[in-house]
C-alpha cells in the first residue's frame, strides 16, 4: 500500500493544503508579527530595527502591570477552577452510576456548546445593579439598596472560572473514573481516614487530570478577551484589552505585536513547564 | 505432482520468486504452480512469508524478483484492481456501510456491467453460497458462517481465474471451523474455481486441500497431496508441523540397506528408515519422528508381533477424547514420555495410571532425519 | 468517600448540596439569558412584567423583535456565510491532513504534527493580530512590487474566514484523524481487489466510513465559527458577523431582543449538538 511511485504525488497533494495552511496563517503571520514588534517608526513610512516596543513595555509600569495582573489573575482563577470542579468531577465519577452519571456528565459540557457571550450576558443579568442576585439580596433583607456586583474583579473572576469549568470537569471526570474503587476501599481498609486516602491515593492517581485541565485552563483565560471586558468593565486591566488598544485605538502596530508576542511567550513557557512537571505531550492534553 | 501439468492446465505459475523487507527475504525463491479447478493450500507457520506471497500474488505487494503468470500472462505489472485473482480477506472486509447484496454488486459496477444485469447476477451467487433471501441484510447482521460465504460469493461472482483465501477461518470459534472446512471443501468442488488457501492449521489444509505447500522461513520445504505430506514427509520440518508425533534426538550408530540404528540423547537404542533426500551415515546426528497411531500398544511383549523397536513403560496419563484418545507412557529406561493412539477395541478400556504397558513398532515407522536440516537450509540461504 | 463506604448523613447532606449549587452556578446564567427573552419590559432585568413574544416578532421601534431587526437578522447572515466557508475549509483540509498524517510516513512528520497542534495554543486575539499584521504586509509588499491594492487581504469576511479556518482545522483534523486510524486498511484493499482504482475505492468505501467523523466534524467547525469572537474582532471590516453585533450591543445597553437572539443560538447549537452525540452514536451504520 505505501509504497510505489505514483504515491509520492499523492503525499505532495496531501502536503499542499496543509503547508499553505500552516506556512502562511500561521508561522509566517507570527513570524511578522515578531519582525513588526523589532522595529520603530523614525518617520511616516520609515522604520528602524529597534527593541524600543519592549523597553516601553517594561518602563511604562501601566503596561507591565497589567502584564502581572493578567498572568495572577489567571492563575488564581486556574486554582479556584480546580478546587470548584474537583469535588463535582468526584462526585460525578465516584458516586454516581449509570444513567445519572453520564446526563450529569452531558450537563456539564452544556455551557461548551453555547456561545461565551451569550454566557458572559447571561452573568451580566444576573449580577449588574438591577440583576437576579442584587434584587434576591434586597427580598431577602440583605442589603437596603440594590449592589452593583458587574466591573469589579469578583465578577471577572466568576466568569473566568464559569467559562473554564468544562476544560477542568472533563479530564478530572476522566481520570478519576479510571481510578478502581477497589483501591480507596483498600485505603480505607488499611486504616485510613477520608482526608488520607484522598490525599494519598486519589489525587496522586488523577494528577494527569489536573495537570492537563489546569494547562488548557490558563491558557484560554490568559487569552481570554470577552469576559474580563464585559464583566470587569472599562477598568479591567486585561493583557488582551491592551493588544486590542495598540491595534485598533491607537494604531501603534509595533508596540501591539511586542505585547502579542511577550503574551505568546509567557503563555508558552507556562503550558511548557505545566507539561514538563506533569510528564503529558501536548498532544494527550489537548484531546 | 502439480509441476508435471501441462502448462494449459496450469492457472497459477509463480516462478522463484523473491521479496525482501530490509535485509530479510519474507518470501525466498519460491517456484510452484497451481492446476486449474483445485484446492491448492500453503500451509506454514505465523512469520514464514505465506502472506507476503499471497499479497504478491493479489498485487499488494511487489516482488524484487521473479514472475507471476496467471493462464501463461505475466501479471506482474498489472495493478491489484485488473487481476484477475479475487481474495478473501482475513477479517473479510465486507463493507459495514453496505448490505450483503451492494457488496457483492461492488465488483461488477466497478467493471460496469450494467445495471439490469446485476441484480440477477448477485441473486444467482448468493443462492449458489446457499443465501438466497440474505440481499437486503446488513452485513453486521450476519453471523460468522454467513460473512464468509458472502465474502466468497463476492469474489465469486466476478469469476475469478484464481481465488486467494487469507486464513478466513482463523478468527472463528472452534465449532463453526470444523464445519466451515467441510463447507467451504464442497463449495470449492462444486464452483470449480481455483482457490489458493494460506494457512497456519495443518487440519485445514489437510482436510480441504488437493495440494499442500509447506512454507518455512520464506521458503517451499515441500509440496504434495495431504496423503504425501502426512506420510511421506521429506524434511523434519514437515514431520514435526504436519500432525502430531513423537521426536527424539540421537546419533546414528550404524546405517545399512535396510535402515540405521540410532543411539537417542537418552541413550535408546532405536531403529528407524532414512527419510528425506541424501542418506545417513554413522556419527550423523538425526531426529526421529514417530506418530502415536503407528505404535502398537500391549499388555505384554508378546501381543505387539513383529516390530523393530521395543520398549516397556508405565501409563503416565490417560487423555481420553473419544476417537482421538491418546495415552502418555513413560519408557521405564530413558524417561522419555511418548504418546500412543489408544485402541478403540475396548481391550484397553480398564487400563489405568501406573499399569506396566508394552509398546512397538517397525522400523520404517521411524523417520529419522538429519539434525539441523531447515536450520543449515535456512542459514546457507 | 464512594457509596460502599459509610459516611456521616451530614457530610453526604452537604456534599449533595454542593454539588446541587453547582449545578445551579452552571445552568443560571443560560436560564436567565434565556427567560429575558419573554419579559414584557424595555430591558433584560427585574422586575417580570408579564409574558411575552415581543423580542422575537416585535416589528416597530422600540420594541423591535429579532425577526424584524435588520442589522440582527443581517449579522446572521453574514455568520452563517461565514462558518459555511469556515467548515467546508475547514474540513476539506482536516479530511487532507487525516489522510497525511494517518496514511503517509515523510520526513518531519512529528515536527508538522506539532506544528499542527500549534493553532490551539496561541490565543485567539493573537492568532487575529498575527493575521492582520501579515496580511497587512502581503499588501503593502504587492503594492510596492506592482502597484496593485488587493483589497480582498484588507479586515473584511475573508479574513475573518481565513482566521477562523487557521485554528478550526486543527479540531477537524484530530475529529478526522480519530475516525481514519480505526478504519481497517483491508476493505480499501478488498475494493482494489474487486477491481476499484485507487481512487474509487477511496470513493466508494473509506469516504462513506468516515462520513460520521466529517458531519461531526463539520458541526462543530461550524458552531465555533458562528460563535467565534476574539479571533473575528481583530479582522473584522464593515460586515459584523452576529458576534461583533451582539457585542456591540451588550456595552451600548440593550432590549431583551438580545436575549431572544441568545436562546436562538442556545437552541440551535443545542440541536445540533444533540444531533453530533447521534450521528457519532451511529457510526458505522448505514
Known amino acids: 500500500m505505501k509504497a510505489g511511485p505514483p504515491f509520492r504525488l499523492g503525499l505532495i497533494l496531501l502536503l499542499a493544503p496543509i503547508v499553505l495552511w500552516l506556512s502562511l496563517l500561521v508561522i509566517l503571520p507570527h513570524i511578522d508579527m515578531l519582525l513588526i514588534s523589532l522595529r520603530v517608526r523614525v518617520a511616516p513610512r520609515v522604520y528602524e530595527t529597534s527593541l524600543a516596543n519592549y523597553v516601553e513595555f517594561f518602563t511604562e509600569p501601566l503596561y507591565w502591570n497589567t502584564f502581572a495582573r493578567t498572568a495572577i489573575m489567571s492563575v488564581t482563577a486556574t486554582a479556584m477552577t480546580l478546587l470548584i470542579a474537583f469535588p463535582v468531577s468526584y462526585y460525578i465519577a465516584k458516586m454516581l452510576r449509570g444513567r445519572t452519571k453520564n446526563l450529569l456528565f452531558l450537563l456539564c459540557l452544556v455551557p461548551f456548546w453555547v456561545s461565551e457571550l451569550v454566557r458572559t450576558f447571561g452573568w451580566m443579568i444576573l449580577l449588574r445593579e438591577t440583576g437576579i442576585v442584587s434584587n434576591l439580596l434586597q427580598w431577602a433583607g440583605l442589603t437596603a439598596g440594590p449592589v452593583e456586583m458587574l466591573y469589579n474583579d469578583a465578577a471577572i473572576m466568576i466568569g473566568l472560572v464559569y467559562t473554564s469549568l468544562l476544560f477542568m470537569v472533563v479530564p478530572l471526570v476522566t481520570t478519576l473514573d479510571s481510578l478502581d474503587d477497589s483501591l480507596i476501599e483498600a485505603g480505607y481498609d488499611l486504616g485510613g481516614n477520608g482526608f488520607a486516602v484522598m490525599r494519598t491515593i486519589v489525587v496522586p492517581h488523577a494528577m494527569p487530570g489536573i495537570a492537563s485541565g489546569c494547562i488548557v485552563v490558563f491558557m484560554l483565560t490568559l487569552g481570554n478577551y470577552l469576559t474580563p471586558i464585559l464583566l470587569g468593565g472599562k477598568d479591567s486591566l486585561w493583557f488582551t484589552d491592551q493588544i486590542y488598544t495598540q491595534f485598533i485605538t491607537r494604531f501603534n502596530w509595533e508596540l501591539g505585536s511586542a505585547f502579542g508576542f511577550l503574551l505568546l511567550v509567557l503563555s508558552s513557557i507556562i503550558v511548557w513547564i505545566g507539561l514538563r512537571l506533569s510528564g503529558q505531550t501536548l498532544s494527550e492534553s489537548v484531546k | 505432482m502439480v509441476s508435471g501439468a501441462p502448462a494449459n492446465d496450469v492457472d497459477l505459475e509463480c516462478r522463484r520468486l523473491v521479496k525482501r523487507f530490509g535485509g530479510l527475504a519474507a518470501v525466498d525463491d519460491v517456484s510452484f504452480t497451481i492446476a486449474e479447478g483445485s484446492f491448492f493450500s500453503i500451509l506454514g507457520p505465523s512469520g514464514c512469508g505465506k502472506t507476503t506471497l499471497l499479497r504478491m500474488i493479489a498485487g499488494f505487494q511487489y516482488p524484487d524478483e521473479g514472475d507471476i503468470l496467471i493462464k501463461g500472462r505475466s ?222 500398544l500391549g499388555h505384554d511383549a508378546t501381543r505387539l508381533g513383529a516390530v523393530d523397536n521395543r520398549v516397556r513403560g508405565r501409563v503416565e496419563n490417560i487423555l481420553f477424547d473419544g476417537a482421538n484418545s491418546r495415552v502418555m507412557v513413560r519408557d521405564g529406561a530413558s524417561g522419555h514420555e511418548i504418546m500412543v493412539t489408544l485402541p478403540q477395541t475396548g481391550e484397553f478400556a480398564a487400563l489405568s495410571r501406573g499399569q506396566e504397558v508394552h509398546l512397538g513398532w517397525t522400523l520404517a515407522q521411524a523417520k529419522c532425519f538429519p539434525a539441523g536440516d531447515d536450520a543449515a537450509r535456512a542459514g546457507a540461504a | 468517600m464512594i457509596p460502599s463506604i459509610p459516611q456521616p448523613r451530614a457530610f453526604r447532606v452537604t456534599y449533595a448540596a454542593y454539588v446541587a449549587l453547582f449545578f445551579v452556578y452552571l445552568m443560571a446564567p443560560l436560564a436567565v439569558a434565556a427567560a429575558f427573552a419573554f419579559n414584557d419590559s424595555m430591558f433584560p432585568s427585574l422586575p417580570w412584567n408579564g409574558f411575552t413574544l415581543d423580542w422575537f416578532v416585535g416589528d416597530a421601534e422600540p420594541r423591535l423583535g429579532v425577526f424584524h431587526d435588520g442589522a440582527l437578522t443581517e449579522s446572521i447572515g453574514i455568520s452563517a456565510f461565514v462558518a459555511f466557508w469556515v467548515t467546508v475549509l475547514a474540513v476539506g483540509v482536516g479530511l487532507s491532513n487525516a489522510f497525511l498524517f494517518e496514511r503517509q510516513t515523510f520526513p518531519f512528520r512529528n515536527l508538522l504534527y506539532m506544528l499542527m497542534l500549534a493553532p490551539l495554543v496561541v490565543p485567539g486575539v493573537i492568532l487575529g493580530i498575527s493575521i492582520l499584521v501579515f496580511s497587512n504586509s502581503i499588501i503593502n509588499g504587492i503594492d510596492n512590487a506592482v502597484g496593485v491594492e488587493i483589497d480582498a487581504l484588507r479586515p473584511g469576511l475573508a479574513l475573518v474566514v481565513l482566521g477562523q479556518f487557521a485554528f478550526i482545522t486543527t479540531i477537524t483534523t484530530l475529529v478526522i484523524s480519530a475516525r481514519l486510524r480505526k478504519f481497517d486498511l483491508s476493505l480499501e484493499e478488498a475494493a482494489l481487489n474487486l477491481g476499484a482504482t485507487r481512487m474509487v475505492a477511496v470513493w466508494t468505501v473509506t469516504i462513506p466510513y468516515l462520513k460520521p467523523a466529517l458531519i461531526g466534524a463539520g458541526i462543530v467547525a461550524f458552531l465555533m465559527s458562528f460563535e467565534n469572537f476574539n479571533t473575528t474582532l481583530m479582522l473584522v471590516g464593515s460586515d459584523a458577523p452576529l458576534t461583533i453585533t451582539m457585542y456591540d450591543r451588550l456595552r451600548e445597553g440593550s432590549t431583551p431582543a438580545l436575549n431572544a437572539v441568545s436562546l436562538m443560538l442556545m437552541v440551535v447549537s443545542g440541536a445540533l449538538a444533540l444531533l453530533s452525540v447521534f450521528v457519532q452514536r451511529n457510526r458505522g451504520g448505514r
Open chain 2, 75 to 296: 501479471i506482474v505489472s498489472v495493478p491489484p484492481n485488473r487481476r484477475p485473482v479475487n481474495m478473501v480477506f482475513q477479517h473479510l472486509a465486507l463493507f459495514p456501510m453496505m448490505n450483503v447484496a451492494e457488496n457483492i454488486a461492488y465488483g461488477l459496477k466497478r467493471r460496469g456491467t450494467p445495471r439490469s444485469e446485476i441484480a440477477p447476477k448477485v441473486q444467482a451467487v448468493l443462492e449458489r453460497v446457499g443465501l438466497p433471501d440474505s440481499g437486503p441484510m446488513r452485513v453486521d447482521r450476519l453471523s460468522g458462517g454467513q460473512k464468509q460465504r458472502i465474502a466468497i460469493a463476492r469474489c465469486l461472482v466476478l469469476d475469478p481465474a484464481l481465488l486467494l483465501l487469507d486464513e478466513p477461518l482463523g478468527a472463528l470459534d472452534l465449532k463453526l471451523r470444523e464445519r466451515l472446512k467441510v463447507e467451504l471443501k464442497e463449495l470449492q468442488s462444486q464452483v470449480g474455481t481455483t482457490f489458493a488457501y494460506i494457512t497456519h492449521d495443518q487440519s485445514e489444509a489437510l482436510v480441504m486441500s488437493d495440494h499442500v505447500a509447506v512454507m518455512n522461513e520464506g521458503r517451499f520445504v515441500q509440496v504434495g497431496t495431504p496423503q504425501e505430506l502426512y506420510f511421506d514427509p521429506q524434511t523434519a520440518f514437515v514431520a514435526g508441523f504436519v500432525g502430531d508425533s513423537n521426536r527424539w534426538t540421537g546419533r546414528v550408530e550404524d546405517a545399512d540397506t535396510t535402515g540405521v540404528k540410532v543411539v537417542t540423547a537418552d541413550d535408546l537404542s532405536l531403529l528407524g528408515a532414512p527419510a528425506g533426500a541424501g542418506g545417513l551415515a554413522r556419527g550423523d546426528r538425526v531426529e526421529i519422528f514417530v506418530r502415536p497411531e503407528s505404535i502398537i
